[in-house]
């Protein structure tokens, strides 16, 4: 049987490499090449590969339960997981649903939202503000409220209406432009919308477009003044991607809905999470059975994953992330001040563990010349995956500085030597 890759043209993609193990930072391939996982793995992995306490975590529950109907049962890694997110987040986001993987936890915020208005007496407000270069998933709901782009473009006719806040491309003004369009749309239809999804600070497949933070304030303040709820899609920024627990901390705002997957697990299991506001949890109380929140997979709480995320939680007490991370960024700006003014760069960006650079090129997804890029990078052994012109490095929490400088050494030296093939690529995109 084929094997349909996930975000692959199986006719024209080379086939994929054998790996037999990872460590760390590095992917080892069975014929014994050793490969820098320089996005760690999709942006799932935190502490590094193979990290032995998760591993351990996740051997010892195995031998004693792996999966439970979470509707009649509960188990010591989803009270203990329960415990350990509490302790991390704000009082009044008290109440954890367990999904299985970014998309439901996405999804079921949308959910959540749209029947808390419902129950609240406010069925009115229906409807979504999302922003144009977001993404929120996979499934249809949050391919609905994911920026119109090459990711979804096939199943438009799929998908729900959705009111679009046009954060625009301006860099002279980019704080009045991200909040303008919002603005304008909450003033004429505030009264329609249910809830705001965002990504805070950075949004991911976009492009790693970073907000300026008092956008995503101004944001928070007019949803608020509309009654429509926040929720912050952190399945990405999670878990100190950008250099803190979690972005919104940086942002000073608590959002109603927060959506959690990714780095959750430390990189080893499927796990969603959402956890929703006192208020909105309240709102699904009743003696009426049909008021209650009508959603569930197979392997919600399953105790493999919950065990595998209290693993990696307990780490991020253990280490000094915040310092680590930090240590990161440095060694990202030190290797950008070395190659941020080369010709093909546009601008260059560092937010905690994630560094960009945007080059002058063509920004279709799957473009000609970031295809090379990465077929060039691989050939060095550092496996990137550039997002339109934005090529990104987003290692895991372990890697050195020493292994972050390498990588962009290599990019540097793929740029440098290729500028006339590139010139001549972008004539055909
Ligand atoms: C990856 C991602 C998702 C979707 O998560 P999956 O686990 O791939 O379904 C949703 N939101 C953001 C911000 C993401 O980066």
Redo the contacts with the bound molecule.
């Keep these: 049987m084929i094997l349909w890759r996930p975000y692959t043209q199986m006719q024209s993609s080379s086939p994929p490499i054998l790996l037999d193990s990872a460590k760390g930072s590095f992917l080892y391939t069975k014929n014994g090449r050793k490969i820098f996982d320089g996005i760690s793995s999709w942006?799932l992995i935190t502490h590094g590969h193979g990290q032995e306490d998760i591993v351990e975590a996740i051997a010892k529950q195995a031998e004693k339960l792996e999966q439970v109907v979470f509707s009649n049962f509960t188990h010591e890694p989803a009270e203990e997981l329960s415990e350990l997110l509490e302790s991390f987040l704000p009082k009044d986001l008290s109440s954890l649903f367990l999904s299985d993987?970014?998309?439901t936890a996405?999804e079921v915020a949308m959910k959540m939202a749209y029947q808390f208005a419902i129950q609240t007496g406010k069925p009115k407000k229906s409807k979504f503000v999302a922003f144009t270069h977001s993404?929120?998933?996979?499934t249809c709901g949050?391919m609905s409220v994911s920026a119109t782009s090459a990711f979804n473009k096939p199943y438009k006719g799929m998908l729900f209406e959705v009111l679009r806040a046009d954060q625009g491309t301006s860099m002279t003004d980019p704080l009045s432009q991200w909040v303008h369009s919002f603005k304008k749309i909450m003033e004429a239809q505030g009264n329609e919308v249910c809830a705001v999804l965002l990504?805070p600070l950075i949004q991911?497949?976009g492009g790693m477009i970073q907000w300026p933070i008092e956008a995503i304030q101004q944001i928070y303040d007019i949803a608020k003044s509309h009654d429509c709820l926040v929720i912050f899609?952190e399945?990405?920024t999670g878990f100190g991607r950008t250099g803190t627990m979690f972005a919104f901390e940086q942002i000073k705002r608590t959002p109603d809905l927060l959506c959690l997957?990714?780095g959750i697990t430390g990189g080893f299991l499927p796990l969603g999470a959402t956890i929703a506001s006192k208020e909105i949890y309240t709102a699904f109380l009743s003696h009426d059975v049909d008021k209650m929140l009508f959603h569930g997979h197979s392997y919600t709480g399953n105790a493999l994953s919950c065990a595998a995320a209290c693993a990696n939680l307990k780490l991020f007490k253990k280490i000094n992330f915040i310092q680590i991370i930090s240590k990161m960024a440095n060694a990202h700006r030190e290797s950008l001040k070395n190659i941020s003014n080369h010709p093909l760069i546009q601008k260059s960006n560092v937010c905690g563990s994630i560094a960009t650079i945007n080059l002058n090129h063509s920004n279709k997804y799957g473009n000609s010349i970031s295809r090379e890029i990465q077929k060039m990078a691989l050939q060095l052994n550092l496996f990137i995956r550039p997002l339109g012109n934005t090529i990104y490095l987003m290692p895991p929490y372990c890697s050195t500085p020493e292994e972050i400088t390498t990588a962009w050494s290599k990019l540097n030296t793929i740029l440098n030597s290729n500028i006339e093939l590139f010139s001549e690529l972008e004539e055909l995109n």
């Design positions: 942006w993987n970014g998309s996405v993404y929120h998933g996979d949050v990504e991911g497949a899609d399945v990405m997957s990714k």
